[in-house]
């Protein structure tokens, strides 16, 4: 079970390595600790197989660090960009000082699930030795795998700031355009666009507006057909012998559902226009104002699915704003 919220801080880290290497060269050390155990819980979620129990309580740990973690990143690249573009650097807020402390926090949570990592490898070399499981009852059905992927998960925390985006984004969800509409959130890593979009998925107005409201993670690496399960699923409108039909059918059933009712779409971290291309024949095109918002660091993505609306460009965080981002200690 791969864990989206691992998976999206990787990918982050990774993007921020590559293009904005200057930018975090004062936290490399910080950075690669944090990789280091990131990488360890991903291969624990996906090959651990020990008690339910545990596994649950191990993974709501791994997902409170990492949420943290993602937000200091977030907090230390706003201020960093800030430093960057207006040469100023509160010493109160000591952005190096709180990303040591959450990677030290990450770490103490890595130590334990290394220990339950270790203690489940010496588990699984003995029962291999002593037992033999039929394929039939080893093999997880489908559905069991589809409900294991978390890449729908929407976090239940508290997100502060963006009112004035919010807002902002709100009016243009209420606009009555006749058809589908999508609305992008166009920004670099580190300004927000995901816990803005949470602050709207979240909203009472749009709780209440739309009857039914989905959230999934596209990311870099996408299969079209999982996105399409996961949003069926998260309708209950999901049977085992849903795997056996052709993409397309998957697709055309998903776009069956959500002709019933209003909806807002949330389609977090797109990066390339395929991906748009290949989910686009799912959402229906009526007369119900359906909208899609999408986060996006591409402003060719933005344009590409919807030339008529211009997206919306993520401001910086004042400084007051970046640390009101982190979920914990305020």
């Known amino acids: 079970m791969e864990d989206a919220s ?7 880290l990774n993007w921020l390595r590559l293009h904005q290497a200057d930018l975090i060269s004062d936290v490399k050390d910080q950075m690669e600790r944090l990789e280091k155990n990131l990488l360890l819980f991903k291969r624990f979620l996906n090959e651990s197989t020990g008690k339910r129990e545990i596994l649950e309580e191990v993974t709501a740990q791994i997902r409170e660090v990492v949420y943290k973690a993602e937000d200091a990143v977030d907090v230390y690249v706003s201020q960093a960009l800030e430093k960057e573009t207006e040469k100023y650097f509160s010493r109160a807020s000591d952005p190096p000082g709180k990303l040591l402390g959450v990677v030290e926090e990450v770490e103490s949570t890595g130590a334990r699930v290394k220990e339950l990592y270790d203690d489940q490898r010496q588990i699984d070399i ?23 992927n978390q890449v729908s998960f929407v976090r239940q925390d508290i997100v502060v700031g963006f009112d004035d985006e919010a807002d902002k984004i709100i009016e243009y969800l209420y606009e009555d355009t006749g058809e589908l509409d999508v609305i992008s959130i166009v ?10 979009a949470r602050k709207i998925f979240r909203d009472p107005r749009i709780e209440y507006e739309f009857p039914i409201r989905l959230w999934v993670s596209v990311s ?18 999901i049977t085992e012998d849903m795997y056996g039909k052709t993409d397309e059918e998957i697709a055309q059933t998903l776009c069956a559902r959500l002709e019933r009712e209003k909806f807002l779409i949330i389609l977090d971290d797109v990066w390339t226009t395929k991906a748009w291309d290949d989910l686009r024949d799912a959402f229906p095109s009526n007369k119900k ?9 591409m402003k060719n993505v933005a344009y590409h699915t919807n030339w008529f609306r211009e997206p919306h460009m993520l401001r910086y965080l004042t400084s007051e704003e970046s640390w009101k981002l982190k979920t914990y200690g305020i």
């Open 6 to 12: 691992v998976r999206f801080l990787l990918e982050n």
């Open 126 to 148: 003995s029962r291999s030795q002593t037992d033999s499981v039929s394929d039939s009852e080893s093999t997880p059905t489908q559905l069991q795998k589809l409900e294991g």
């Open 187 to 196: 920004g670099m890593p580190g300004l927000g666009k995901t816990t803005l």
């Open 220 to 237: 870099q690496v996408y299969s079209a057909r999982d996105i399409f399960l996961i949003m069926l699923r998260d309708l209950s409108w």
């Open 289 to 297: 104002a359906n909208k899609i918002l999408i986060t996006t660091r």
